[in-house]
C-alpha cells in the first residue's frame, strides 16, 4: 500500500485540534499507556475526556486500580501544574478478553456517541505465550476495540499501536501495510473449533518464519487493522523496543523492565554475567516520550487529513544516535558505580559474548555453577532454595532475546521523521521527536539512575550505603578472581610437575 505524503498543518494546532476532544485509550495503566494519559493531560490541557479501559487484575477491583494508577510518580509534575487534572479522566471498567471488551451497557452507548478519538495500546509483550492466549490478546483484543470504533458517529481517527518487530523475518521496514501469513479471521476462527493439544502441535509451522507468537500475532492484527481501512481514519504505529524516558514524565522513568532494561537490571544485580550478541548489532530504542509525542501527532495529523489509506508510521532511532550493545557497555559501569543497587548477588560485571560456545562457557562457570552452589548452602542451613530456578529462567529469556541480539533490521522511518516539520516550532518544543538532539552520555546516566529510582523504588538517600557495598562487592570481586587464578596455576603446575 503506497505511504502518501502529507503536507505541514497550518490551519490548526495540535493543542488545538485535542481542545474538547473525547478519548477512548486502552492499555492505558501500562508503560506507555501512563506516559500517553499525563502528556495528553499536561501538554493538551483543553482536552475533555479521557476514557480508560482498566480490567480486573490479581484480584484487585478496576476501581481500586485507577486509584493506584493516580498515584503513579509519572504524574508528579502534572499534579504539581492542575492538582484536579484526573478529573477529566473516567474509568471504564472491562477487559479485551471478555466479549464487547466487558463494558457496561450504559458506558458503551455513551462512548458510540461521544467518543472523537480511539488509541488501541493493550497488548501483551510476552514473546512466548501459547498461540492461543497470544492471538486471544493482541488480535481478537484488537478486533474487539475496532468493532466498538465502528460504532461510534463521531469518531475521528483510530490509532492502533504495533511494533516495529511485527514482521521481523523482514530486513528492510518499509512504512506500509503488509498482509499476515494468515488472514487473521480465518485464525480467530479456527480457535473456536480446535482444541488446545492439537493447536500447541501446530504452532511451530503455523507461525513459521517468525520466531514467535507476539511478532506473529502483531502481524495479524496490522492485517485486521487495515481491513477497516476507508470506514474512518485509520493510524498504524510501529514503534522499536520503548525504554524509559528521556525528559518526560521525569527523566530516566520507567516502570517495567522488558527488552534492554531487562538485561541491564540483571546485570545491575550480579545476576547476569554474560550474554550472547553481536558486537556490530545495533539495538533500535526509543525513548517512551519520543513515542508518545509521536502517537500524539499522527493521530492529530491523520484525523485533519482524513486519509482513505492506513497511514503507517515507523517510530525508530534508524541510524540516528543508535545505542550497540557494546556502547552500552560502556556506559553501564560508569553510572552504576556511581547509582549501584542497593543489594547485588555479587559484584556487577556483564559481558558480550560474539560467539555462542563461548557464552555457554561462561554460562557453566558463572551462571549455573554459582547457582548450585548458593542453593545447595540454603539447602545445607534449611533455607529455601531459588538461584537455579531464577537461573533457567533469566537463560530462557537470554534464549528469547538471541534472535534480537544477533541481527540488525532496517527500519524506514520518513513518514515518522516528517512529524517535526507538519506542526509548528513552539509544538516541536513540546512534541519532539528529534533523536537527533538527544545526548547519549546524559541519557544513560538517567537511564540507570530512573531504573533504580523508578523501577526498584529505591531512595536516593540509600546511595551512599549502596556506593560502599558496591566498592567492597568490588574488592571481594578482585581477590575471588585472583585467589581462583592462582588455584588454577598451582593446580596446572603441580599436574606438569607429575610429568617431569
Known sequence: MKQTTVTKMTSMGVREFYAGKKIFITGATGFMGKVLVEKLLRSCPDVETIYILVRRKKGQSPEARLEAFAKCRAFEKLLEQDAKAFRKVRLVPGDILEDNLGIPDIIEQELQKECQIVVNNAACVSFNLPIRKAVQMNTMGTQKV?????????????????????????????????????????????????????????????IKPYPNTYGYTKSLSEDLVSQYSGKFPIALARPSIVIPAYKEPLAGWTDNINGPSGVIYAASRGVLRSMYCKDSTKVDTVPVDFVINALILLACVTACEKPKDVRVCNITQSGVNEISWVKAAEYWPKFLAKYPLSYSLWYPEATAKNYKLEHQIHVFFFHMLPAYFIDLLLYLLGKKTFMVHVYHKMSHGLEVLEYYNTRTWIFKNDYFKSLEHRVSEEENEIFYTDFSKVVVEEFMENYIKGMREFYCKEDPSTLPEARKLHRRLYYLHVFTKYAFYALCIYFLFGLIGKFL
Request: with cysteine.
Open 146 to 206: 475496532l468493532q466498538l470504533a465502528e460504532k461510534m458517529k463521531k469518531l475521528e481517527v483510530f490509532l492502533h499501536v504495533s511494533t516495529s518487530f511485527c514482521h521481523d523475518y523482514i530486513d528492510v521496514l518499509e512504512e506500509k501495510v503488509y498482509k499476515a501469513k494468515h488472514n487473521p479471521l480465518d485464525i480467530i476462527n479456527m480457535l473456536k473449533w480446535m482444541d488446545d493439544h492439537t493447536l500447541a502441535a501446530l504452532q511451530p509451522e503455523l
